[in-house]
Nanobody, 124 residues
Framework: QVQLVESGGGSVQAGGSLRLSCAAS?????MAWFRQAPGNEREGVGA???????RYADSVKGRFTISRDNAKNTLYLQMNSLKPEDTAMYYC?????????????????????WGQGTQVTVSS
């Protein structure tokens, strides 16, 4: 059974850093991070294609870095300069659907397998 296992969430003060991991049991072309804060809709953080093409949400550009280890089928999210507004449940997701060119589709509906989520809490 294909599954995703997330790890790395926690609590940190504003300005701090956290690194999330998401291990998949098989390889997917597109891997992505989404997040959902209480009372808000789930939103995309960014997505990475197998060769390394990445798109980020404007809210995290310059602070978050998405990477992947294809040999381990593992996705990472390095979060630096964290802000209280980054507090959310973070989910990884995988799929096969592309947008324009080599970039993965940023739409949630394009991802067919989701992790269980890991909580990130940033205090001011």
């Amino acid at each position: 059974q294909v599954q995703l296992v997330e790890s790395g969430g926690g609590s940190v003060q504003a300005g701090g850093s956290l690194r999330l991991s998401c291990a998949a049991s098989v390889r997917y072309d597109c891997m992505a991070w989404f997040r959902q804060a209480p009372g808000n809709e789930r939103e995309g953080v960014g997505a990475i294609e197998g060769a390394g093409y990445i798109r980020y949400a404007d809210s995290v550009k310059g602070r978050f870095t998405i990477s992947r280890d294809n040999a381990k089928n593992t996705l990472y999210l390095q979060m630096n300069s964290l802000k209280p507004e980054d507090t959310a449940m973070y989910y990884c997701a995988v799929g096969w659907i592309f947008d324009t060119g080599p970039y993965c589709s940023p739409n949630q509906a394009s991802f067919n397998l989701w992790g269980q989520g890991t909580q990130v809490t940033v205090s001011s």
